[in-house]
C-alpha cells in the first residue's frame, strides 16, 4: 500500500451528508484545543467546514506563540460557526477542552486534535446513528498515519481485538468492560452527548498527559447506552515534532496520577469487582507500558523508580497478585 488515498478511503461517507442542514442550529460541536499548530490547523479546519453539516467550531488556543493566533483569527472572520477563544496561559489540552465544552450549543461533542483531520461525511454519519439510539457515547474506527512517511499505520485505532458481533450494538460497560477496553481512549475517535456530560460533570483532568484516560473511565462508569462502530472518522497524525518518549519520561508523573485518579472513580462509583479490575488493570498496563519502553532504553531515572514503588504499596500489589495471571502484574513487578 502506498501514499494513503483518503479521498477514495473515505467516499463511501458522502452518503450521509444533509442536504438543507440549519447551520445555526448545530446539531455537532467540534472543540480543538490549539498550540501551535500552524502547519495544520488549516487541514484540521478545512476537513471539518467542508462537510455538509450542522456543525460549530470551538478552537481553543492555549497560548500560541507561532501564526496560529492569526490563522484561527482569519477562520473566525470568514465563517459564522467558527468560535476562537485565546487561554490567559497555557493550560493543556485537558482544560482547553473543558472550556469548550461550556459554551458548545451541539447536542453532541467531538474533541478534535488541531493536526489530525476528518473523513468527508463523518459528522452527519455519526450523529445520525448517535441520534437514533440516543447514545451517550459513540466510538468509531481511524487511521492512524506516520507523519514522517505518510503510511498508514496497521491496527492502531482500527479495533483489531474488538468482536464483530458487537459492533452497532448498544452496549453498557459495567456489562462487558472487558469489550469496552478493546478500543482506544483516546477523545477524538468518537462524539458524546453533551447533556450527558454536564449533567454528569465529567470534564478532562489538568494533567500535562494522559488526561483522556480518566475522561474514558469517567465516560464509561456512568454512560448506560454505549456504541461502537467501524466508520473511519478521523486520520490521526503520528511521529511529529519532539519524541513522545522524551516527553512521557518527562511528564511520567502524569500516568502516576492518572492511575489514582481512576482507581478514585472506582472508589467514588462503588464499581462492582468486573469492572474495578478491568480499569485498575489498563491503568497498570498504561504505567508499566511507559516504564518498561524507558527501561530498555535505559533512560530510567532514580525519580521513576521511586514513584512507582510509592504508588504501588503493599495494598495495590496484594490486590493484583490475587489475580494472578489475569493480570499483567506478575511480569510488571520484574522490572521493580
Not at 492569526?70 to 487561554?87: C, D, G, P, W
Amino acid at each position: 500500500m502506498g501514499i494513503i488515498d483518503f479521498t477514495c478511503l473515505c467516499r463511501k461517507n458522502q452518503n450521509y451528508y444533509f442536504n438543507e442542514a440549519k447551520m445555526n442550529e448545530p446539531k455537532i460541536s467540534v472543540i480543538i484545543p490549539v498550540y501551535n499548530a500552524q502547519k495544520y490547523i488549516r487541514k484540521c479546519l478545512g476537513s471539518i467546514l467542508k462537510q455538509h453539516f450542522p456543525l460549530e467550531v470551538i478552537c481553543v488556543d492555549d497560548c500560541s506563540t507561532d501564526s496560529t493566533p492569526e490563522i484561527l483569527k482569519e477562520y473566525a472572520e470568514k465563517y459564522s460557526n467558527v468560535t476562537v477563544l485565546r487561554n490567559e496561559k497555557n493550560m493543556y489540552a485537558g482544560p482547553s477542552r473543558n472550556r469548550g465544552l461550556e459554551i458548545a450549543k451541539g447536542e453532541y461533542v467531538h474533541f478534535m486534535d488541531s493536526d489530525d483531520f476528518v473523513a468527508p461525511g463523518s459528522y452527519a454519519y455519526m450523529y445520525k446513528k448517535a441520534k437514533k439510539n440516543y447514545l451517550d457515547m459513540l466510538k468509531t474506527r481511524c487511521v492512524a498515519i506516520n507523519e514522517k512517511t505518510g503510511f498508514p499505520i496497521k491496527k492502531q485505532y482500527r479495533f483489531p481485538r474488538f468482536k464483530k458481533e458487537l459492533y452497532n450494538t448498544v452496549l453498557d460497560f459495567h456489562n462487558r468492560p472487558e469489550d469496552l477496553y478493546c478500543i482506544n481512549v483516546v477523545p477524538w475517535n468518537g462524539i458524546y452527548r453533551r447533556e450527558f456530560l454536564l449533567e454528569n460533570n465529567i470534564r478532562f483532568n489538568d494533567l500535562f498527559c494522559a488526561n483522556d484516560r480518566s475522561f474514558y473511565v469517567n465516560v464509561c462508569i456512568i454512560a448506560k447506552r454505549v456504541m461502537i462502530t467501524r466508520r473511519t472518522f478521523v486520520f490521526h497524525r503520528k511521529n511529529i515534532g519532539d519524541s513522545l518518549v522524551g516527553k512521557r519520561a518527562t511528564h511520567f508523573d502524569c500516568d502516576l496520577e492518572s492511575f489514582k485518579i481512576c482507581e478514585n472513580m472506582c472508589n467514588d462509583n462503588n464499581v462492582n469487582d468486573k469492572v474495578r479490575f478491568e480499569i485498575l488493570e489498563h491503568e497498570l498496563r498504561n504505567v508499566f507500558g511507559w516504564y518498561k519502553i524507558f527501561n530498555d532504553k535505559k533512560t530510567v531515572s532514580p525519580a521513576h523508580k521511586q514513584a512507582i514503588n510509592e504508588l504501588f504499596s503493599d495494598s495495590r500489589r496484594s490486590y493484583f497478585d490475587s489475580y494472578g495471571e489475569k493480570s499483567k502484574w506478575s511480569v510488571f513487578k520484574k522490572l521493580i
